[in-house]
């Protein structure tokens, strides 16, 4: 351990790493009652630009890791807002030498659940306690309450719990922050609610797209259209801020500034992460990765460039405005269901793969407030997994059912009319695919099978008795039993 100067021990949280995100946390946690915060930055002009600008905030400014330390009360507690990857591993690094065994270190940025699993399992071996906290909201949210997602040990979460239930958005009197999980849980939720708001923007987006060229309407109507869809079930922050985006006129052109955006949509990985995490779940997460797909398609300007001239259908227009409108708002609602019941479906997989206790209802809850995908029916979600925690997917939770059941007709219209009109709404289109082969008496996996036993001899089960078979394809085709996995 480093020697630290002498420095009075009076600060009951620390922050280290203070940019936008960082410094609006460190000022929510100084804001509550009870809370005094260390911040430490590597570059010291951050420290001090924070400390000049909120003199009235419960702030402990230090210049070193030792002092930085040595200013926390025991058990210490760090909550590391750094960029991802190297730059986290080097800030724990330091503060393993200058921390002891009991002490807390949290990692609040948006880290690979695997890395926090690695983090977790070395800092372990020095008897400190390492926690992967996903925090959602952005910077309004760390500011005035975001979604908090913890997991790591149950005796981080003794110390730390009533810290971030201090800072964290309030629904319904619940603060929304919950243990979720050993090592990697928090960051692997976190993970998963990005995917969901992937699907859940691209969806929007799609909407938004077909009123816009099915009815000619303008952004500024389109924006009304989404204002009164949030007085609904829509209800949420996405649909919220989109009425906003679609009403901002560009200064310089006069023109809708959504028409003056390139259209070509960037990310920063984590619902990439999302999709191969799926994938080696063996989880079908199609509305997640239809949404990742699509922004790597609007992101490749050559190949549109070229593609420019393929014929494509001459389009319509819409007879029937308000109800083709009404059609495009049940089928994103549909479509919604679909991306979340597939997220809940990676959680589960997630936790039964990585032995983590994770209560969904839990997760839906704290989703509530704060999060990017924050939204009503989110209740309806809590309320599925206290009916039945055991349900076995989402969207057959008696709620949802009956809201895909009201919804299915439009929902396959719309569909149906944006292949006509040659409008590319991958989402809705998946969304419903996967639904109808969730409800699929029988799939062509059958022949899929068939095949794969042709041409590599990897067997198949049959419906009418039990074993593993393979037929002599190259042979004279008659079936014989094996030790096969029928995979």
């Known amino acids: 351990m480093v020697e630290a100067r002498a420095t009075e021990a009076q600060a009951n949280i620390g922050v280290v790493g ?58 210490r507690a760090a909550l590391i807002m750094v960029q991802a990857g190297a730059g986290t591993d080097a800030v724990i690094d330091e503060l393993v030498k200058v921390f002891e065994p009991g002490d807390i270190i949290v990692d609040g940025g948006n880290s690979l659940f695997t890395d926090t699993i690695r983090r977790e399992k070395a800092v372990r071996e020095t008897g400190i306690n390492f926690v992967g906290a996903g925090i959602s909201g952005g910077e309004e949210g760390a500011l005035r309450g975001p979604s908090i997602m913890p997991g790591g040990s149950d005796e981080s979460w003794v110390t730390l719990g009533p810290i971030l239930e201090s800072i964290a958005a309030v629904v319904d009197g619940e603060p929304c922050v919950t243990h979720v999980g050993h090592d ?29 060229r099915g009815t000619g309407k303008s952004p500024t109507e389109i924006a009304d259209i989404f204002a009164e869809w949030n007085t609904g079930e829509l209800e949420s922050y996405l649909i919220e801020i989109t009425a906003e985006v679609l009403r901002q006129v560009d200064t310089s052109t ?20 999302t999709v191969q995490t799926a994938l080696d779940l063996g989880i079908p997460v199609s509305g997640i990765a239809e949404a990742v797909f699509a922004r790597s398609v609007s992101s490749k300007p050559a190949q549109r460039a070229a593609a420019a001239a393929l014929p494509g259908p ?53 989703w509530r407030g704060g999060c990017i995908i924050r939204a009503r029916f989110l209740n309806r979600i809590t309320e599925a997994y206290a009916e039945d ?46 639904y109808d082969s969730l409800r699929a008496d029988r799939l062509p996996a059958a022949l899929t099978q068939g ?37």
């Open 184 to 212: 990697g849980a928090g960051h692997f939720v976190k993970m998963i609610h990005n995917g969901i708001e992937y699907a859940d923007m691209q969806l929007i987006g799609e909407a938004y797209d077909l009123i816009r």
């Open 18 to 75: 203070l940019a936008v995100m960082g410094s609006n946390l460190a000022r929510n946690l100084a804001s509550r009652a009870g809370n005094t915060v260390a911040v430490f930055n590597r570059s010291h002009e951050k420290t001090d630009t924070l400390l000049s600008e909120h003199p009235e905030a419960h702030f402990v400014g230090t210049t070193t890791y030792a002092e930085f330390a040595a200013s926390l009360t025991k058990p």
């Open 389 to 434: 925690p055991s349900l076995v997917s989402l969207v057959t939770a008696p709620f949802f059912t009956d809201v895909v059941a009201k919804a299915q007709d439009s929902w396959r219209n719309v569909v149906a009319d944006a292949a006509h009109a040659g409008i590319p709404a991958p989402v809705f289109a998946s969304s419903l695919a996967y």
């Open 314 to 366: 001459t389009a319509s227009p819409v007879e029937d405005v308000d109800g083709f409108i009404e059609g495009v708002r049940q089928a994103l609602y549909a479509s919604k269901v679909i991306a979340y019941s597939q997220g809940f479906d990676a959680i589960v997989a997630g936790a039964e793969q990585y032995d983590w206790d994770i209560k969904k209802g839990e997760i839906a809850k704290i």
């Open 254 to 273: 006069g023109k809708p500034l959504v028409d003056m955006i390139l259209d070509q949509a960037g990310s920063k990985g984590t619902g990439v992460w």
């Open 451 to 487: 095949q794969r036993d042709f041409f590599g001899a990897h067997t198949y089960k049959r419906i009418d008795k039990e074993g593993v078979f393979h037929t002599l394809w190259s042979g004279d085709r008659t079936e014989i039993e094996t030790e096969g996995s029928g995979h």
